[in-house]
């Protein structure tokens, strides 16, 4: 089981929720501050964060931000926990990507319900664990690849860049929606990074890397023609 993340800066909060978490099963790792916590999170990420909003060095409302707009963070189920009690504390909390909001001071019990209630709705859906394109079979869970049966090994980047052209097949994705959603960054400069990567990833595909369409001027689709 991934851990619960809780960055939380009052250590007295923190170990209360760090203890009632590990007496429910939980794998669990606490944060005194955003920046801790961020550094973690490149190593290894949680299975759910419950976030203090009023942290030393960064608000939580802007970090939760951070967190969405993130490919590799932006489903990650989070929980604000804080003081503020205002329904527009909550509001603003929630429209921030937030799953859930708690108000100190809280239960123990009620923390657990939630986080539980929370992990049921963002339990993948196994029937949605593959994507697939005629002969191109994509695992999220296992982040495997096969074509026309045999394993086919993708770095991370290549992983996430068919994935993402897969789940919008027929559609022709700009090369800066590509290059925002994989790297993170601004189109401009960076167009031999997406054209090097799409490169290798035809190679890498064999007869099936025709399926990935070259759209002049504009960026690529997958499209979905049969495997030869």
């Known amino acids: 089981m991934q851990p619960i993340y809780v960055v939380e800066d009052d250590a007295n909060i923190r170990e209360i929720e760090l203890f009632a978490l590990k007496n429910s099963g939980y794998e669990t790792e606490g944060f005194e501050c955003a920046s801790d916590f961020l550094k973690r999170l490149r190593t290894k990420t949680p299975s759910l964060i419950l976030l203090d909003i009023m942290l030393p060095d960064e608000n939580g409302i802007s970090l939760v931000q951070?967190?969405?707009?993130?490919?590799?963070?932006?489903?990650?189920?989070?929980?604000?926990?804080?003081?503020?009690?205002?329904?527009?504390?909550?509001?603003?909390?929630?429209?921030?990507?937030?799953?859930?909001?708690?108000?100190?001071?809280?239960g123990v019990m009620e923390l657990i319900?939630?986080?539980?209630?929370?992990?049921?709705?963002?339990?993948?859906?196994?029937?949605?664990?593959?994507?697939?394109?005629?002969?191109?079979?994509?695992?999220?869970?296992?982040?495997?690849?096969?074509?026309?049966?045999?394993?086919?090994?993708?770095?991370?980047k290549e992983f996430e860049l068919l994935s993402l052209l897969i789940q919008n097949a027929g559609m022709v994705l700009t090369r800066d929606v590509l290059m925002e959603k994989i790297w993170g960054i601004d189109f401009m400069g960076e167009s031999r990074t997406l054209d090097v990567h799409i490169k290798t990833l035809r190679k890498k595909l064999g007869a099936a890397g025709k399926h990935i369409k070259t759209v002049r001027n504009v960026g690529y689709l997958a499209d979905k023609g049969a495997c030869p």
């Open 66 to 106: 951070k967190l969405r707009s993130d490919p590799n963070t932006q489903n990650l189920p989070i929980i604000l926990v804080t003081a503020k009690t205002t329904e527009i504390d909550k509001v603003k909390g929630l429209d921030s990507g937030a799953d859930d909001y708690i108000a100190k001071p809280f």
């Open 113 to 156: 319900s939630r986080v539980k209630a929370l992990l049921r709705r963002t339990k993948p859906d196994k029937s949605k664990d593959a994507l697939i394109l005629s002969d191109i079979i994509l695992s999220r869970t296992n982040r495997s690849c096969q074509v026309c049966g045999t394993p086919v090994e993708l770095t991370y």
